[in-house]
């Protein structure tokens, strides 16, 4: 399949009859908000380090105090940031087809700020605080360094996935019922490079939903898609909500 901006008229037909849509997102989406993606080169006081080499547990036991500041640092961006046409459209789609879940891999609260419900966060959130020794959801003291948990003194630490860890059980369990139930599968504004994620669309597939892929630059999974939309998502989905609309 080559790589078009144009929304197919077939793809709309799908849409139509669909019983299960099925969205997974990656940081693309957030791209037209202002938050960087997470293989961007990072900004300012964050460019020498590579968010690949931040988000690991090692990192964290390494310099808790450097992790924490990064982890701030983010969170006020994306408190800054707004939700733009891509997550509007996407909490659209829900009210137009019988059925959606929506997967995220951003950990940025926007889905949920644009009005998409039982958001399935597969990286965790940026916004949530738990322990590091227990993984319990707790709240930190923002104020010190490294915030420590009530219940048992550890160290907390932000409520995301790292490199190396393991999916919440919950969240993979219902992604891949939801791959492997829905005739349209939307891959939107992420690389595909990081696995289970990545490997929903091929779930998918195999359970002979269409694939669609939404990136301005198609990735190595495009050739492979039914449609592959080389454009940005705050662009291609208000188009495709719109049809799907009239
Ligand atoms: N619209 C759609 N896609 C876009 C846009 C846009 N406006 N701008 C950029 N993109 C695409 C890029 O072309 C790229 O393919 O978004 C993708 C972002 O890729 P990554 O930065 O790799 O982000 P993602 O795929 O979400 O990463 C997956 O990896 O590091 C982990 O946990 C982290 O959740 C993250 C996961």
Same mark, same amino acid.
């Given at each position: 399949?080559?790589?078009?901006?144009?929304?197919?008229?077939?793809?709309?037909?799908?849409?139509?009859?669909?019983?299960?849509?099925?969205?997974?997102?990656?940081?693309?989406?957030?791209?037209?908000?202002?938050?960087?993606?997470?293989?961007?080169?990072? !900004?300012?006081?964050?460019?020498?380090?590579?968010?690949?080499?931040?988000?690991?547990?090692?990192?964290?036991?390494?310099? *808790?105090?450097?992790?924490?500041?990064? &982890?701030?640092?983010?969170?006020?961006?994306?408190? !800054?940031?707004?939700?733009?046409?891509?997550? &509007?459209?996407?909490?659209?789609?829900?009210?137009?087809?019988?059925?959606?879940?929506?997967?995220?891999?951003?950990?940025?609260?926007?889905?949920?700020?644009?009005?998409?419900?039982?958001?399935?966060?597969?990286?965790?959130?940026?916004?949530?605080?738990?322990?590091?020794?227990?993984?319990?959801?707790?709240?930190?003291?923002?104020?010190?360094?490294?915030?420590?948990?009530?219940?048992?003194?550890?160290?907390?630490?932000?409520?995301?996935?790292?490199?190396?860890?393991?999916? *919440?059980?919950?969240?993979?369990? !219902?992604?891949?019922?939801?791959?492997?139930?829905?005739?349209?599968?939307?891959?939107?504004?992420?690389?595909?490079?990081?696995? *289970?994620?990545?490997?929903?669309?091929? %779930?998918?597939?195999?359970?002979?939903?269409?694939?669609?892929?939404?990136? *301005?630059?198609?990735?190595?999974?495009?050739?492979?898609?039914? &449609?592959?939309?080389?454009?940005?998502?705050?662009?291609?989905?208000?188009?495709?909500?719109?049809? %799907?609309?009239?």
């Amino acid at each position: 399949m080559t790589a078009n901006s144009d929304i197919p008229q077939a793809l709309i037909a799908a849409l139509r009859d669909a019983r299960h849509v099925c969205i997974l997102t990656g940081a693309g989406v957030s791209a037209e908000s202002g938050v960087p993606t997470f293989r961007d080169a990072q !900004e300012g006081l964050w460019a020498q380090y590579r968010a690949e080499d931040l988000a690991t547990p090692d990192a964290f036991l390494t310099d *808790p105090v450097l992790i924490w500041r990064w &982890y701030r640092w983010r969170r006020d961006l994306v408190t !800054e940031a707004a939700p733009n046409p891509g997550h &509007y459209a996407i909490a659209q789609l829900a009210d137009l087809v019988p059925r959606l879940t929506l997967v995220t891999q951003n950990v940025d609260n926007m889905h949920q700020r644009a009005g998409s419900r039982d958001v399935i966060e597969f990286h965790g959130n940026l916004f949530e605080d738990r322990c590091f020794a227990d993984g319990s959801l707790q709240v930190g003291d923002d104020t010190t360094a490294v915030p420590l948990c009530s219940d048992c003194g550890s160290n907390l630490r932000p409520g995301v996935v790292w490199f190396g860890e393991a999916i *919440p059980e919950q969240a993979l369990n !219902e992604s891949c019922a939801a791959a492997a139930d829905c005739d349209v599968f939307l891959s939107v504004g992420t690389s595909s490079l990081v696995y *289970p994620a990545a490997g929903l669309a091929d %779930l998918a597939r195999e359970n002979g939903a269409k694939v669609v892929e939404i990136n *301005p630059n198609p990735t190595m999974h495009a050739n492979s898609c039914d &449609y592959s939309l080389a454009a940005n998502s705050g662009v291609a989905l208000p188009k495709m909500v719109n049809l %799907l609309a009239r």
